[in-house]
T-cell receptor, first 113, second 112 residues
Framework: GENVEQHPSTLSVQEGDSAVIKCTYS??????FPWYKQELGKRPQLIID?????GEKKDQRIAVTLNKTAKHFSLHITETQPEDSAVYFC????????????FGAGTILRVKS | DAGITQSPRHKVTETGTPVTLRCHQT?????MYWYRQDPGHGLRLIHY???????DKGEVSDGYSVSRSKTEDFLLTLESATSSQTSVYFCANRDRERNTIYFGEGSWLTVV
């Protein structure tokens, strides 16, 4: 089955700097890659996703890139702000098989002001 | 928004007792999921449903059962709770139009 590895497990950046979180997946048939943000005690919230027919997607300060050949995808946050501090999870799935998400272990992002 | 309500939100129970967590959606989504979240493991799929009375196992299904008698309700049952099932449980549904998965607010379960 699918296995997703996520790095780093913790990341501290200065406010205004960029943050990059990387994930690798094992199943070459996976075709959907969402990113979730989770604040303490809250539900995971979808922040951006990408399908396998796209190499990059941007939404304001957030971008995701996908390299299907290498089987890895990354989340990029620019101009980080204190409210970006949270746990971020990547996931992978096959849309045609019930979209059962397999998650990475998460990255704790701390933005220092 | 997932339109998901989970109950109970918090529960403390004793080892060996049965526990049922309820997930109710206001949407009419066909796919629903139960995940558990533990430190260092992210979220792991327990069971999922692809329609009324249609369910299947996820990666950590041992000790859990589910039922879906109505589109809007997806129940997760721990037949005999163990301390290893202390966790946060999240229900989710799939918006087919957007092909995205949304989570409920979670149920905190402690087995003592």
């Amino acid at each position: 089955g699918e296995n997703v590895e996520q790095h780093p497990s913790t990341l501290s950046v200065q406010e205004g700097d960029s943050a990059v979180i990387k994930c690798t997946y094992s199943d070459s048939a996976s075709n959907y890659f969402p990113w979730y943000k989770q604040e303490l005690g809250k539900r995971p919230q979808l922040i951006i996703d990408i399908r396998s027919n796209v190499g990059e997607k941007k939404d304001q300060r957030i971008a995701v890139t996908l390299n299907k050949t290498a089987k890895h995808f990354s989340l990029h946050i620019t101009e980080t702000q204190p409210e970006d501090s949270a746990v971020y999870f990547c996931a992978a799935s096959r849309r045609e098989y019930g979209n059962k998400l397999v998650f990475g272990a998460g990255t704790i992002l701390r933005v220092k002001s | 928004d997932a339109g998901i309500t989970q109950s109970p939100r918090h529960k403390v129970t004793e080892t060996g007792t049965p526990v049922t967590l309820r997930c109710h959606q206001t949407e009419n989504h066909r796919y629903m999921y139960w995940y558990r979240q533990d430190p260092g493991h992210g979220l792991r799929l327990i069971h999922y449903s692809y329609g009324v009375k249609d369910t299947d196992k996820g990666e950590v299904s041992d000790g859990y059962s589910v039922s879906r008698s109505k589109t809007e309700d997806f129940l997760l049952t721990l037949e005999s709770a163990t301390s290893s099932q202390t966790s946060v449980y999240f229900c989710a549904n799939r918006d087919r139009e957007r092909n995205t998965i949304y989570f409920g607010e979670g149920s905190w379960l402690t087995v003592v």
